[in-house]
């Protein structure tokens, strides 16, 4: 895979590369680990959303490659890293040529004692597009408030999607 940025993988490590801006968000899930991990694992996360991701494959693995459409954007990007174990589970994709955003985003779930999740949301991203570096602060705004609507949407996940308990 042709990733934009060279620091492939960094997510995993937590060594996040200097350049970027960085960004993280935890929190504890009311749904048990294994909806949690399901969820992320099969791009419904995505989907709650709203987003149409079209990925390469029916479940996140390595070297997957996933367009993730929302509104008008369109977001190439590949798997980078994949963790499923009892107590953990995760992964995260990196951009390729077109996305408007040149790094990486990584979602990791761990199994709390009481058998929830806690999922910790890390990205560490540049603009990859002239639309993306006129966006400037607004474009990172943009990325926390979706930090936290993935945690939201993960959260909610056990609720039918059309539930009035809305993610905003």
Known sequence: MEFTYPDVGATLTGDLPAGYTHLRHSRVLRVPFEEAAEAL??????HRLGMRPLPS??????????????????????IVWVIEEQDRAGW?????????????????????????????ITVFSRPGSLLTRLGG?????????FLRLYARA????AKP??????MM
Not at 92 to 118: I, M, V
Not at 154 to 157: R, V
Not at 161 to 166: E, F, G, L, S, T
């Open 41 to 46: 694992m099969t791009w419904q996360v995505q």
């Open 57 to 78: 494959a029916p479940r996140v693995a390595p070297g997957v490659k996933v367009t993730v459409h929302l509104a008008v954007l369109k977001a190439p990007c590949g």
């Open 92 to 120: 995260a994709y990196g951009t390729l040529p077109g996305h408007p955003e040149s790094g990486e985003e990584s979602f990791l779930l761990e199994r709390l004692p009481d058998g929830r999740a806690k999922v910790t």
């Open 137 to 145: 602060p607004l474009v990172t705004l943009t990325q926390r408030l």
């Open 154 to 157: 993960l959260d909610l996940y």
């Open 161 to 166: 999607a059309n539930d009035k308990d809305q």
